[in-house]
């Protein structure tokens, strides 16, 4: 029996990336996908290698900036499977400035992104995941949120509040059978770190217990892990952290 075998999965940020990665890595588990993201076209690329694995995939594009737009993918895994199982929060954004230089619109935004959807979708799948004592809620932090990082103070505080509210929503739910948890990965070289320069890349690769930047595929498994059962069963709370040694907390 696959590991996730008709589990009803939401994957926020499915397009690119860690979420692209994670949803071929739960299409390969036996899950069923609803794929979120607000890029249309490589949503569609992305659901249909998911399809090409045997998954049976919606789509739903959506800008999790709003707050019915957090709320639309969860929405839209009821309307399709009759209800939802596992949710990833995984969309982000990633801007960079120093904090004397961050706009309130700047902060506004990426806050709006990488923390408030988090609650807001999260708000939205528990009542089903309650009512049928079985849930997992899989957000994706970064290592940023344990050790700060300059020029990105929003950035850092938006992923340590992901981690602080993960932990809270842990302890009101998991005796009712929903788990929350966090990974935190470190440098993945994914689209969202296109923006920075080679030359801090590989300055930042040298400093990396393992000498490199991690693939995205690398990450996914432990999203697997932590929805699975019984692997995943007893963690509650916890943020595990693919990231390639940076942070041993
Ligand atoms: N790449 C890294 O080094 C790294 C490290 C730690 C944490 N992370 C986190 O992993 C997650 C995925 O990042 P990634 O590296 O795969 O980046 P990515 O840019 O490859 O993918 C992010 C996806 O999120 C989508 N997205 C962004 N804003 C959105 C919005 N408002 N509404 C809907 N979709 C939106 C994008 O369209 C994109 O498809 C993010 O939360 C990021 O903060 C990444």
Redo the contacts with the bound molecule.
């Keep these: 029996m696959k590991s996730l075998y008709q589990r009803r999965a939401v994957i926020?940020?499915a397009?690119?990336?860690?979420?692209a990665a994670i949803a071929l890595a739960y299409a390969d588990a036996g899950a069923r996908l609803l794929l979120?993201?607000?890029?249309g076209a490589?949503l569609a690329l992305s659901a249909q290698a998911c399809r090409q694995r045997g998954a049976e995939v919606f789509e739903c594009v959506?800008?999790?900036?709003t707050r019915a737009?957090a709320q639309a993918g969860i929405d839209a895994c009821v309307e399709a499977f009759g209800g939802i199982d596992i949710l990833v929060n995984?969309?982000?954004?990633?801007t960079q400035a120093s904090c004397l230089e961050l706009t309130q619109e700047m902060w506004d935004e990426l806050l709006a992104?990488?923390l408030t959807s988090v609650f807001v979708a999260s708000q939205r799948a528990l009542p089903h995941m309650l009512a049928q004592r079985w849930g997992r809620i899989i957000n994706?932090?970064?290592?940023?949120g344990l050790k700060g990082g300059a020029q990105l103070s929003h950035y850092a505080a938006a992923?340590a509040g992901v981690i602080g509210f993960s932990k809270s929503l842990a302890l009101e739910v998991s005796a009712h059978n929903v788990l929350v948890n966090v990974i935190?990965?470190?440098?993945?070289e994914?689209?969202?770190?296109d923006g920075i320069s080679q030359e801090w890349k590989e300055a930042k690769a040298r400093e990396l217990p393992l000498g490199r930047f991690g693939q995205?595929q690398e990450v996914a498994p432990s999203a697997v892990l932590l929805a699975s059962e019984p692997g995943g069963n007893l963690f509650v709370g916890q943020t595990l952290g693919p990231n390639c040694g940076d942070v041993m907390p």
């Excluded at 397009?15 to 979420?19: D, H, L, N, Y």
């Excluded at 994706?140 to 940023?144: F, W």
């Design positions: 926020t940020g397009a690119s990336g860690i979420g979120c993201d607000r890029d490589r959506s800008d999790v900036a737009g995984n969309a982000g954004l990633l992104v990488d994706i932090a970064s290592q940023l992923k935190a990965p470190g440098p993945i994914t689209p969202l770190v995205a």
